[in-house]
């Protein structure tokens, strides 16, 4: 029996139940939560801290990627070339800055509340995009390239039909480890106001309770897992149709 | 027509390609034949301009290639080459149809057009246009590309070591299919190869490049008999100059009226084919059959004197 078969639809249903019926696991817990205090989390629902956290990584990854493969095209271009050391300084630093350091940074020009997240989600997830999408443009079939300029596509069209579909499956596994980043990373962004499964894990913290730690974690840690294995799918899917598998 | 009129390019002081001028009639394959470092493939660059060239000019059906953009021109020329370059991320239908879609052709006429090329590579086109090219066999992979290369119906066909990836089984019949496929399309082709077999073979003209020139440039019994430089005769083979000779005349040039015993050859045969099967079941005339019908014979004596009168 494969992880797909079983495990997956399994985790999907730890998911869903976790954030949609936490109430089932109140015996769960119980143990674990202080005696008399709250077993779950109820300051606000798993269901809309989920989808707040879901949609600050899916902002900061979709800018991180736009950024990092427009950056990669421009420096795989002959004229852009010189700019590449430069570029992958500029990238490499925002991977190096603590997410914390940028968060903390950031709260006095962006104020509390989601903007500093954003932010430092977004330099943390721009190297592995860029450098991923370099090697994926930069390791294009000679043949096929040669092919697609004797038969008359101009410049535009040979990256667009032809560059950037043949560099997507290497780009997504950037784009991959990016999004499994900014999903762990999210989480302190609560320590500045942004709503993400970070609050329940920071209340947990606060008040001594277990349970609360392990709702919060786990949560993130599925959705990490089940993002992670549906885009590895996804690259599989692509990479087998271009018979680079 | 194809004028390449005094064609020179040169890289950082080396002369790749030097004062090459030839006149491609419309309708023919004209294989450039050459060692590697002789300047064939960067002629064949030059007419599609995938080269710029440093003085000369390239004219088809009398109009100079330097007269629209290099990628508008690419589009009236088809380009093969060598490892096929197929989109892997295209099935081998939008593949076909890359250069009929850059120019807006419709939809309907570009389905008939690809199912059209797919029955003429001999691959039915039901079961093959959805496929994707690792999903096919290496000479089903190069038909595909070839096919490509005449999606659009262009004035001329650029062919770079179209076969030179395939074994040599797969690469005969690649060179058949192209042959009858360019006597129907009466294309006109340029091909590009390293071997004098297969410039033998496809060629109606050969031109033989060396150092940048063009040394020699005629029919292959031109070449044959009468090779213009040492280079050409090496090329050619000393030894087996009889043997190329006779693959290029058909058994019906020296065909006679009788009969004879065994294993009877097509009227399609080469002498070569001839001489072949005299040699191996010891005979002295071979029986010819047109449609299954025996129509003369091919003796021995016809063929040595066929061979004796280039000596």
Request: aromatic content about 4%; proline content about 6%.
């Amino acid at each position: 029996m494969s992880f797909g078969k079983v495990l997956r639809p399994a985790l999907v249903a730890l998911l869903l139940a976790l954030v949609l019926r936490p109430t089932w696991f109140i015996p769960l817990f119980r143990p674990l939560a202080p005696v008399g205090g709250p077993v779950i989390y109820e300051r606000a629902s798993l269901l809309s801290l989920s989808l707040s956290h879901l949609g600050l990584v899916a902002a900061a990854s979709g800018a991180a990627t736009v950024v990092a493969v427009t950056l990669a095209i421009l420096v795989t271009r002959p004229t852009g070339a010189a700019f590449r050391p430069l570029s992958r300084t500029i990238t490499n630093v925002g991977q190096t800055f603590p997410p914390v350091a940028v968060l903390a940074l950031a709260v006095p020009a962006l104020g509390f509340g989601a903007g500093p997240t954003l932010v430092a989600l977004f330099l943390y997830g721009l190297l592995p995009i860029f450098e991923n999408a370099i090697i994926g443009l930069s390791t294009l079939p000679p043949a096929t390239m040669e092919a697609a300029r004797g038969i008359g596509l101009n410049r535009w069209q040979r990256l667009v039909r032809v560059e950037l579909p043949l560099a997507l499956p290497v780009t997504l596994t950037g784009i991959r480890l990016s999004v499994v980043i900014a999903l762990g990373t999210a989480t302190i962004g609560s320590t500045v106001a942004a709503r993400t499964l970070g609050e329940v894990i920071i209340a947990g913290l606060l008040t001594n309770n277990t349970a609360f730690v392990l709702q919060g974690g786990l949560i993130v840690g599925l959705f990490a897992v089940l993002i992670y294995d549906a885009l590895v799918q996804l690259e599989r899917h692509l990479a087998r149709r271009m018979g680079r598998a | 027509m194809i004028e390449i009129d005094r064609i020179t390019k040169i890289y950082d002081g080396e002369t790749a390609v030097d004062d090459v001028s030839m006149t491609v009639e419309t309708g023919t394959i004209t294989v450039i034949v050459g060692t590697s470092g002789s300047g064939k493939t960067t002629l064949l660059r030059m007419i599609n301009r995938l080269e710029e060239p440093t003085s000369g000019e390239v004219r088809i059906n009398g109009e100079s290639t330097l007269s629209v953009k290099p990628h508008i021109l690419r589009r009236r020329i088809g380009y093969a080459i060598q490892g096929h370059g197929l989109f892997p991320h295209h099935s081998v239908a939008r593949n076909i149809a890359a250069v009929p879609d850059l120019l807006n052709w419709p939809r309907d006429k570009i389905r008939a057009r690809v199912d059209e090329l797919l029955t003429l590579f001999s691959m039915e086109p039901a079961q093959f246009r959805d496929r994707f090219p690792s999903e096919l066999s290496g000479g089903q992979q190069q038909r595909v590309g070839v096919a490509r290369a005449l999606a659009s119906r262009p004035d001329l066909l650029l062919m770079d070591e179209p076969f030179g990836a395939l074994d040599p089984i797969i690469r005969t019949r690649a060179q058949e299919d192209l042959r009858r496929i360019q006597q129907k399309l009466r294309s006109t082709i340029m091909l590009v190869t390293h071997d004098m077999e297969e410039a033998m073979r496809l060629g109606d003209r050969v031109a033989v490049m060396d150092g940048g020139r063009l040394v020699q440039h005629g029919t292959p019994a031109e070449i044959i008999t009468r090779p213009a430089t040492d280079f050409v005769a090496n090329m050619v083979g000393d030894v087996e100059r009889p043997l190329r000779l006779l693959s290029l005349i058909p058994v019906t040039e020296v065909m006679e009226e009788g009969a004879a015993e065994g294993a009877a050859l097509t009227t399609r045969a080469s002498l070569r084919d001839a001489l072949s099967a005299c040699l191996w079941t010891r005979r002295v005339e071979v029986p010819v059959e047109r449609d299954g019908v025996r129509v003369g014979r091919v003796t021995l004596d016809a063929i040595l004197a066929r061979v004796g009168s280039h000596a």
